[in-house]
């Protein structure tokens, strides 16, 4: 059973800065940064992976690209998610996921652990 801890959520003013942390109790290859709004769908924001040939990849939501960034700490099996230009439509629970395989995907399907969330509020 992998266990995954969020933190860093809060409010900000839009155009604000963010960054969330996930602790997670093992090392996972694939893990991702998921939002949801009530009464929406569970939307992957990023995601990252180990490629065929090791290296890492990472991958993101169109509505973020250019603006989130997901890294890692492999030594403190931590990931984060640096959201920069916040904008009020970025509000949401944020939920990081980790899941059996090793590529970058962003297909809820994929993940089968989650943690609790940590809300993310961005104003205007």
């Known amino acids: 059973q992998v266990q995954l801890v969020e933190s860093g959520g809060g409010s900000v003013q839009a155009g604000g800065s963010l960054r969330l942390s996930c602790a997670a109790s093992?090392?996972?290859?694939?893990m991702a940064w998921f939002r949801q709004v009530p009464g929406k769908e569970r939307e992957g924001v990023a995601g990252i992976g180990i490629t065929m040939r090791s290296t890492v990849r990472a991958c993101y939501a169109d509505s973020v690209k250019g603006r989130f960034t997901i890294s890692r700490d492999n030594t403190r099996n931590t990931l984060y998610l640096q959201m920069n230009s916040l904008k009020p439509e970025d509000s949401a629970m944020y939920y990081c996921?980790?899941?059996?395989?090793?590529?970058?995907?962003?297909?809820?399907?994929?993940?089968?652990?989650w943690g609790q969330g940590t809300q993310v509020t961005v104003s205007s």
């Open positions: 996921a980790t899941g059996g395989g090793f590529d970058c995907t962003l297909a809820e399907s994929d993940f089968n652990y």
């Open positions: 093992e090392y996972r290859d694939r």
